[in-house]
């Protein structure tokens, strides 16, 4: 049998009732692969070894009991998840300073979920400070190294995990994506990586970065893996008043590569302009060709508002970052730095607490909501805003998903951008758009270019057509293969 570490997500379940392998077994392997490796990638800020062994002992006792495992949709599959989301017992840093030490009391809705799927959790993973970043480099604690090439960025915020799904040191994981976190990382590591649409998928428990565009997201190595994950955790939570309740359905995978047939895909030429590299160009080319073969129609659209949403994104996200980070205060969460009077333990706690992405993106966000500035800003970026949604609705209405790159670049060199922060927001240029709408999307690798980096392509549905986009997506990958491990 090949090395349990290769199992998918999807299958282990029924392997495990089957009595081919135990879920320790299988716990055991990831743990030992994550102890020999991840040293030199840095994918996890924590490894909970016991607590992730304990788990996989009680699904293991269950089929020692007879007892049937059909009621935990994750029975024994190992899962990663950011550290941005509550994990009861567990450290959760935000890779800030600020919460360094910090244990929270309560699991997160989505975490509270996994363990109640049967999943086993490996670790917290590494992430750009309070998921401020496109490279993971802004973590407080180290960089993660992109496992195809450790010179390289996973990209970000979310990096750890996609490192972690990638390098093969858990079957799948989550991430949030505000602006590209889980879609942009998945692209430069290979990996699948799915946002649902704003709403979908409970944020209670998840450190708050821009509440209007925050979603809980899902990393897999196959389409499979990463809609089972998707399935575990959506669906309504009071707890989140954003949460939509609509009955979460299960895509469906039978008709792979046929399903494509018929299907209209729009390709935005705004997408395709100056900045992509050749990889990038010629891995989505290559992929929209083999749609067009397999009997899809491509529909050049123009969404004429799409070069405004850096512009749009990089107001709105850091005003929201900024009112919500305001409760760091070392009052009631986190890192306290003493001084004389209140005033001075604010500024002192703030001022040791936050790394240099997260307070410039308070202060621009402050200035931005400022008296005098905010309608002219604040107010103006959200109406630019509403043009880039109808940009979606416009399209919608011709075809039925829409088809960019996820990056204009592969991975890029550490330390490549760290010094100009325009550089490092341009890694968002195609992902911001769906964030903006609302609407879900996915990334799907195209397979490995020139440079031997992997290619994503990013798929765009309307609101609440999960289903139907995975099914595309599960075509899609059927269609091109997979990249495989690095
Ligand atoms: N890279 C974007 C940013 O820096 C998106 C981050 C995210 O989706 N969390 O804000």
């Known amino acids: 049998m090949a090395a349990l570490t290769s199992v998918e997500a999807v299958t282990t379940p029924r392997r495990i009732a089957a009595g081919e392998f135990t879920a320790t077994a299988l716990c055991r392997a990831f743990l030992d692969r994550t102890a020999a490796n991840d040293p030199g990638i840095g994918a996890f800020l924590t490894v909970d070894a016991e607590g992730a062994l304990a788990a996989a002992a009680s699904i293991d006792a269950r089929v020692a009991r007879g007892e049937s495992l059909d009621a935990l949709p994750l029975a024994g599959v190992v899962v990663a998840v950011k550290d941005n989301l509550a994990t009861r017992g567990l450290r959760t840093t935000c890779a800030s300073k600020m919460l360094a030490d910090y244990i929270p009391p309560y699991d997160a809705h989505v975490v509270g979920r996994l363990r109640a799927a049967g999943a086993v959790i490996i670790g917290k993973t590494n992430l750009d400070e309070f998921a401020m970043g496109s490279s993971t480099e802004n973590s407080a604690f180290f960089s993660t190294c992109n496992p195809w090439d450790r010179t390289r960025t996973p990209g970000g915020s979310s990096g750890g995990s996609a490192a972690a799904v990638a390098a093969r040191f858990c079957q799948v994981a989550l991430g949030s994506d505000t602006g590209g976190s889980v879609r942009q990382p998945a692209a430069l590591t290979g990996v699948v990586g799915f946002k649902p649409t704003y709403g979908r998928v409970s944020r209670y428990g998840l450190v708050a970065f821009a509440s209007s565009l925050d979603v809980v ?9 990463a809609a089972l994950l998707f399935e575990a955790v959506a669906g309504a939570d009071p707890r989140d008043a954003t949460c939509v309740e609509r009955p979460v359905e299960r895509p469906d995978f ?15 030429r705004e997408y395709f302009r100056d900045g992509l590299d050749a990889d990038v160009r010629e891995g989505v080319r290559a992929a929209l060709d083999a749609l067009a073969r397999e009997g899809a129609s491509l529909v050049d659209l123009s969404m004429p508002h799409t070069a405004a949403a850096i512009a749009t994104y990089y107001v709105l996200a850091p005003a929201e970052a900024s009112s919500n980070l305001a409760r760091f205060d070392g009052v009631r969460f986190g890192r306290r730095v003493e001084a004389a009077e209140l005033l001075g333990m604010y500024g002192a706690t703030r001022e040791r607490g936050f790394g240099a ?14 008296a005098g500035y905010s309608d002219a800003i604040y107010g103006k970026a959200q109406r630019v805003r509403t043009l880039i949604a109808r940009d979606f609705t416009e399209a919608f209405a011709q075809v039925d998903v829409i088809a960019t790159p996820t990056s204009p670049t592969v991975a890029f060199k550490l330390g490549a951008r760290t010094t100009d922060p325009l550089a490092m927001y341009l890694a968002d240029a195609c992902t911001l758009p769906p964030s903006l709408a609302g609407v879900p999307a996915i990334s799907v690798p195209t397979g490995l270019g020139r440079s031997g980096l992997p290619v994503g392509i990013q798929l765009v549905g309307p609101v609440f057509s999960e289903v139907r986009l995975l099914a595309v997506a599960h075509g899609v990958e059927s269609l091109l293969g997979r990249v495989g491990a690095p």
């Open 217 to 225: 997201a899902q990393f897999g190595a196959t389409v499979a893996d």
């Open 254 to 268: 039978t008709r792979g590569v046929a399903g494509l047939r018929g299907l209209r895909v729009g390709i935005p």
């Open 357 to 370: 992405e997260v307070k410039q993106r308070i202060l621009l966000g402050t200035f931005a909501l400022s």
